[in-house]
């Protein structure tokens, strides 16, 4: 395999995902903070929580798909020292599926003023050691974490998704929540798309994908 060279894409997955710090997402979701006010003149929405709920459902069998069948060597590749790998990615879904967003949107909904329990999706990485893992045991848990979320989203009785928490950067709706839910997944499959890109380009070289177009 020849080194790779990160394309600028890469680069913008790394700061994109919300996952440097405990809570950095803030920074890029909502850069300036939003007040009371502001919050108070955003509409509600709709939230056509069905059809939702079987794109989560899909967009879990589509990771399924990223991912089941890549050997073990590609499954802990980097294409740069400080990118992730794809097994590092199926865990970071994993924990926030289990941790972050389905703990945080049931506080949203159902316990309002009590503080979200911490999160440190960028540290776990290392610390949980996610490309020490097995691949597969680790894509069998992230479909079982998804499952009980579908479960858990089809019990919800008439959620209230402009109901507020108090955030670490400020007020948030459940709606936001749900929403970003849903955008992590799509961020992460071209994260996974991404790496597989790379790392193609990088077993195939001196052969170049160049004539496959601009990526
Ligand atoms: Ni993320």
Request: aromatic share 10%.
């Amino acid at each position: 395999m020849q080194p790779y060279v990160p394309t600028r894409n890469v680069l913008r997955i790394r700061r994109e995902c919300a996952t440097l710090g405990p809570d950095s997402r803030a920074r890029h979701r909502d850069p300036v903070g939003r007040s009371e006010l502001e919050l108070a003149q955003m509409q509600e929405g709709k939230v056509d929580e069905e059809r939702l709920v079987l794109q989560m459902l899909e967009d879990g069998e589509r990771v399924r798909k990223l991912f089941q069948g890549v050997s073990e060597e590609q499954a802990r590749w980097k294409p740069a020292p400080d990118s992730w790998s794809m097994l590092e990615v199926i865990n970071h879904l994993l924990d926030e599926e289990r941790e972050d967003f389905r703990v945080r949107l049931d506080y949203t909904l159902h316990r309002p003023g009590e503080p979200w329990p911490p999160i440190d999706p960028g540290g776990w990485v290392t610390a949980r050691e996610y490309n020490r893992r097995d691949p597969e045991e680790s894509l069998t848990q992230f479909l079982s974490e998804r499952e009980a979320s579908i479960a858990w989203l089809r019990g919800l009785s008439e959620p209230d998704w402009g109901a507020t928490a108090d955030a670490p950067w400020g007020p948030i709706r459940a709606g936001d929540i749900f929403a970003s839910w849903v955008a992590h997944d799509l961020l992460h499959m071209r994260q996974l798309l991404e790496l597989h890109w790379a790392y193609v380009t990088a077993e195939m070289a001196p052969y170049k994908p160049d004539y496959a177009g601009e990526w």
